[in-house]
């Protein structure tokens, strides 16, 4: 993960937790080696009052990520447009997007309960940061996400499912 230096107060961001902010980073012993961590905490609190402590080397299999622009979201959008999902993009918010096109283009349509799952999860995180970075409602970036699959969308009931459950999160 190609992040810059995180410092108290940024942004990340998570399919599941959504917008979270590094509250502080601190160093732990891990294996005998001080390890820089970060405290992180999601922007809107649930009952549990969920915080995390995530060592650097961890933030990515964790599922946390530096916010994209509004330039990386169009990108995006262009990439689930154009259907290619050879592009070898290897961050994870360019893994949600392949995830959502690989499910789309699945020709044997054998859906098992995980591949909903990660429909489900992937769908939700994308919606989610694109309505934080292009400043609209969850309703709103559904929309955009649904415009740009096209004709997928219209033929799959699933994945418009995942969408209207993601706009009214």
């Known amino acids: ?16 937790h959504g917008l979270c902010r590094v509250e502080r980073v601190i160093e732990q ?3 005998g080696k001080k390890v820089p961590c970060y405290s992180i905490v999601p922007r809107v ?12 080397t961890d933030l990515e299999v964790a599922g946390f990520h530096a916010l994209i622009s509004a330039k990386e979201a169009k990108k995006i959008l262009n990439y689930l447009r154009a259907g290619d999902s050879s592009v070898a993009q290897t961050e994870h918010k360019w893994i949600l997007a392949k995830n959502i096109l690989s499910f789309s283009a699945d020709k044997l349509r054998v859906r098992d309960q995980r591949k909903r799952q990660m429909l489900e999860h992937s769908v939700k995180g994308l919606v989610g940061e694109f309505s934080f970075v292009l ?19 219209k033929t ?14």
């Open 1 to 16: 993960m190609k992040l810059k230096k995180i410092v108290s107060g940024d942004l990340l961001f998570h399919a599941v």
């Open 29 to 31: 012993d891990q294996s």
């Open 45 to 56: 609190m649930s009952k549990m009052k969920v915080r995390f402590v995530i060592a650097m």
């Open 135 to 153: 400043k609209v409602t969850l309703k709103e970036a559904a929309a955009r996400i649904q415009k740009s699959l096209g004709k997928i969308t």
């Open 156 to 169: 799959d009931p699933l994945l418009l499912t995942a969408l209207a459950n993601a706009a009214e999160a």
